[in-house]
């Protein structure tokens, strides 16, 4: 469902026609070409980290990228660029990181990297949506706990050109920013609830009484 603001008609969108494979179901108006297809590791760079946990710095200059949805800090970086992380275990097609600039990461992280002919955000969101029910082909199980590089490498991508890409990921990024801005705001009405709850009930003086007696022998 699209709301008011992300409507197919506001974002100048239609439907994929039948006859055409290896396309969206829904894409801007005027581009009309079929995606190509590779593999990730034909169309990037990628490797896994040098540093662990012991190496973070609370106050570190930079930030450390490790099996987690936090980012830690550190006092060195490895890479200086655009690029995606990704854990190599733990929770694995549920954490994805994109940088652009200064970074370190952990050894058990994959960066992805150096793109040839794609824009590293349109990969990112390709991940994002796809990257899951890939890892889980190459699993023996219903989760996925660890991850292999050839396995990464092997992922299959549909890319259009690159204007089409740059379309895409500016109009996932809006989104992405309206998401973040109500985020924002449902922290501040949770905060403002908490604030209000407080004074509107009275404290339980009676069972403060009690525990202050048991506490001094009374």
Same mark, same amino acid.
């Given at each position: 469902?699209?709301?008011?603001?992300?409507?197919?008609?506001?974002?100048?969108?239609?439907?994929?026609?039948?006859?055409?494979?290896?396309?969206?179901?829904?894409?801007?108006?005027?581009?009309?070409?079929?995606?190509?297809?590779?593999?990730?590791?034909?169309?990037?760079?990628?490797?896994?980290?040098? +540093?662990?946990?012991?190496?973070?710095?609370?106050? =570190? %200059?930079?930030?450390? @990228?490790?099996?987690? !949805? &936090?980012?830690? /800090?550190?006092?060195?970086?490895?890479?200086?660029?655009?690029?995606?992380?990704?854990?190599?275990?733990?929770?694995?097609?549920?954490?994805?990181?994109?940088?652009?600039?200064?970074?370190?990461?952990?050894?058990?992280?994959? +960066?992805?990297?150096?793109?040839?002919?794609?824009? =590293? %955000?349109?990969?990112? @969101?390709?991940?994002? !949506? &796809?990257?899951? /029910?890939?890892?889980?082909?190459?699993?023996?199980?219903?989760?996925?706990?660890?991850?292999?590089?050839?396995?990464?490498?092997?992922?299959?991508?549909?890319?259009?050109?690159?204007?089409?890409?740059?379309?895409?990921?500016?109009?996932?990024?809006?989104?992405?920013?309206?998401?973040?801005?109500?985020?924002?705001?449902?922290?501040?009405?949770?905060?403002?609830?908490?604030?209000?709850?407080?004074?509107?009930?009275?404290?339980?003086?009676?069972?403060?009484?009690?525990?202050?007696?048991?506490?001094?022998?009374?």
């Amino acid at each position: 469902m699209f709301s008011k603001n992300f409507s197919k008609k506001n974002i100048n969108l239609k439907e994929k026609p039948k006859y055409l494979k290896n396309i969206p179901s829904l894409r801007f108006k005027e581009y009309n070409a079929e995606w190509k297809l590779q593999k990730l590791g034909d169309i990037s760079s990628i490797t896994t980290g040098s +540093k662990n946990l012991k190496d973070n710095d609370p106050n =570190g %200059k930079y930030p450390f @990228y490790i099996r987690s !949805k &936090n980012i830690e /800090h550190i006092n060195s970086y490895s890479y200086d660029g655009e690029a995606i992380l990704i854990p190599g275990d733990g929770k694995i097609g549920k954490i994805f990181h994109y940088v652009n600039g200064k970074f370190d990461y952990h050894q058990r992280v994959y +960066k992805i990297s150096d793109f040839k002919n794609v824009e =590293g %955000k349109f990969i990112y @969101y390709y991940l994002q !949506k &796809n990257f899951l /029910h890939h890892a889980l082909k190459h699993s023996l199980k219903a989760t996925v706990d660890s991850l292999r590089l050839p396995v990464i490498k092997e992922m299959k991508i549909y890319f259009p050109t690159l204007d089409e890409q740059k379309r895409i990921v500016s109009l996932l990024s809006k989104i992405d920013t309206k998401i973040s801005l109500m985020e924002q705001k449902y922290d501040v009405i949770k905060k403002s609830k908490k604030i209000v709850l407080q004074q509107l009930y009275p404290e339980n003086i009676s069972e403060v009484k009690v525990k202050y007696f048991k506490i001094n022998g009374m």
